[in-house]
């Protein structure tokens, strides 16, 4: 799981003029439902064109750094929503871990971080106990790396069930108001990776 970057300028291409403005977002919403079909998403509760469900996960949280020592803070969504949004749930597991890995280094290559806001879930409940402590160590490391994401410990699976999500992994872009405008559920397809990729940057775009 690679949630973001260092800061860097965005690059602009012919298309980084031809970005989506606010009454697009309707449009790309019914795109993308037309594109791939209303029953891609249909056994879960992650639906394009309405906002993400809320859920609160009080049993682990959010990472916080504290000098060398960490602690977890209870996590609710929605929060403060300011900007585009992208939302990652994933097993804590060895393949779960790096399902969407392609996508994020992308992002972290092509986007301008300070343009949206990332969190990471992952969900320890489907993680061997004797191997929990080490995944926990991880996502620590990594929110010291990428101190701009939002990293948090899901230890009963509460987002798997609140968004009902049979495949346990998913990868969510959201306007700045939380309304979805692309999913992934489970491993992604190179389209799918393409696709995600195109609408966060048309989002972001029309900010």
Not at 12 to 32: E, P, Q
Not at 40 to 60: D, F, R, Y
Not at 152 to 164: C, P, T
Not at 169 to 198: C, H, K, N, Q
Request: glycine residues 10%.
């Amino acid at each position: 799981m690679n949630a973001t970057a260092p800061d860097h300028k965005e690059p602009c291409s012919g298309d980084c003029r031809t970005g989506f403005k606010a009454a697009g977002i309707a449009l790309l919403a019914a795109i993308h439902l037309l594109s791939f079909g209303l029953t891609a998403h249909a056994s879960s509760a992650i639906v394009i064109g309405k906002p993400l469900p809320p859920v609160t996960i009080n049993e682990g949280g959010r990472v916080v750094l504290n000098g060398d020592d960490y602690s977890v803070a209870p996590w609710s969504w929605p929060g403060s929503l300011e900007k585009v949004q992208v939302v990652q749930y994933v097993p804590g597991t060895r393949q779960g871990g790096g399902l969407y890995d392609p996508l994020t280094e992308r992002m972290q290559k092509e986007l301008d971080i300070e343009r949206y806001e990332i969190t990471a879930i992952v969900n320890l409940d489907v993680t061997s106990g004797f191997i929990k402590p080490f995944v926990r160590s991880a996502v620590v490391d990594e929110q010291r790396m990428f101190t701009r994401a939002t990293l948090i410990l899901d230890e009963q699976g509460v987002g798997q069930s609140a968004w009902d999500l049979p495949q346990q992994a998913t990868f969510v872009v959201m306007d700045r108001g939380g309304v979805v405008a692309d999913v992934i559920l489970g491993p992604p397809s190179e389209a799918d990776l393409e696709r995600s990729f195109r609408v966060l940057r048309d989002l972001i775009l029309s900010e």
